[in-house]
């Protein structure tokens, strides 16, 4: 069975400065993919970025990339230059296989002025 | 840029009512989710659905649950006989291909449902 763990139920950053946010999973799959999406307040999820597990290099968009270390199987999501508009909840998600995804339980996030 | 649209954004019922949930997906996409999340907890997968049938769904998608696409546009969710623990947000998802790959599930903004 699929597992994603978010440890940060709640964190907060200035602006301007640099966060990270921790996932971690566990599967017995190979090949999978990994997923950060954003869910703004009275806001739909949109994807931030994605990473294929079959790819060593680190996925990055924008201000935002990941640190991804498979035999770790973690997956943290780093924003940089942090902005009011960042201020939401991400959840990691993960899928292998099956066409669903898993969730993490989502870490809220307040950028500070 | 196109969304994944829900209605109603937040709906009320009665213990033993049914309740249907719509969605629009995006409208080139195949693929299409219904998702859940109780206040607090994860976001959980029901079903997928494609070409007309399901194609996965979870232990928590039970014979009181049901989806369909009635026309060329909406996907729904009925839910039969509501119970107090269906309260929950029910997200619809799409993606434009699905088959067992990394395609993005682009999302709704979700229908808050209450059963009193």
């Known amino acids: 069975a699929q597992t994603v763990t978010q440890s940060q139920p709640e964190m907060s950053v200035q602006e301007a400065e640099t966060v990270t946010l921790s996932c971690t999973y566990d599967?017995?799959?190979?090949?999978?993919?990994l997923f950060w999406y954003k869910q703004p307040p009275s806001r739909q999820m949109i994807l931030v970025i994605r990473?294929?597990?079959?790819?060593?290099q680190n996925a990055t968009e924008n201000r935002f990339s990941v640190n991804f270390q498979k035999a770790a199987k973690s997956f943290s999501l780093k924003i940089s230059d942090s902005q009011l508009g960042d201020t939401a909840m991400y959840f990691c998600?993960?899928?292998?296989?099956?066409?669903?995804?898993?969730f993490g339980t989502g870490t809220r996030l307040t950028v500070i002025p | 840029e196109p969304e994944v649209t829900q209605t109603p954004s937040h709906q009320v019922t009665q213990m033993g009512q049914e309740v249907i949930l719509r969605c629009v997906p995006i409208?080139?996409?195949?693929?299409f989710y219904w998702y859940r999340q109780i206040l607090g907890q994860k976001v959980e997968f029901l079903v997928s659905?494609?070409?007309?049938?399901?194609?996965?769904k979870s232990e928590i998608f039970d014979d009181q649950f049901s989806v369909e696409r009635p026309d060329g546009s909406n996907f729904t969710l009925k839910i039969r006989s509501t119970k107090l623990e269906d309260s929950a947000m029910y997200f619809c998802?799409?993606?434009?291909?699905?088959?067992?790959?990394?395609?993005?599930?682009?999302f709704g903004p979700g229908t808050r449902l209450l059963v009193l």
């Open positions: 998802a799409s993606s434009e291909f699905g088959t067992r790959g990394g395609e993005t599930q682009y």
């Open positions: 599967t017995s799959e190979n090949n999978y993919y």
């Open positions: 990473q294929e597990a079959y790819k060593q």
């Open positions: 998600a993960f899928k292998a296989g099956a066409n669903n995804l898993f």
């Open positions: 409208s080139n996409h195949l693929y």
């Open positions: 659905f494609y070409n007309n049938e399901i194609s996965e």
